[in-house]
């Protein structure tokens, strides 16, 4: 009678296990069917509208600059002046490297400055041009420069 109860009860476990088994959801992650049909074709979105590349709208020299960071033009300065390179930008950038270079007659090197600029539209910057020493009399070229490629329209100016 002991292996007939312990037969019956594997039978019964046995038969549960199946039903159960057979019973059990289908699986989630079965990919679903493909429609019959092609989806309507759209035209891809255009591109966002992006801001107008930095570029140099005007470079000034002078030697005093205003609240706004104006500077008057001068085309002679006192060998004691600071020498102010005013550069007007327009368009965007994010850190852009602005280069101010003076040269001195032959071409030989006066001083360059660098300043990175972020801006989404028009803006002015300034370098400063100090010398305690006075600078050399003679003509002098103000050049400058965004991300190392030459901007703007050099300018040309006399110290005395």
Known sequence: MNKTSLSSVLMIALAGTLA???CKKKDETAPEPMATSPAPMTEPAPP????????????TVGNAAAADKSVTPMAVLGAKDKIIVSVRTEGAAANAQLTA???YQDGQLAGEQSAALSTRGGETTNVTFEKATGW???KYRAEVAVDGQPAGSAQEFEVK
């Open 136 to 138: 050399p009399a003679g």
């Open 101 to 103: 270079r003076l040269t």
């Open 20 to 22: 159960v088994a057979g």
């Open 48 to 59: 966002a509208p992006s801001a107008p590349a930095l570029s140099v709208a005007s470079i």
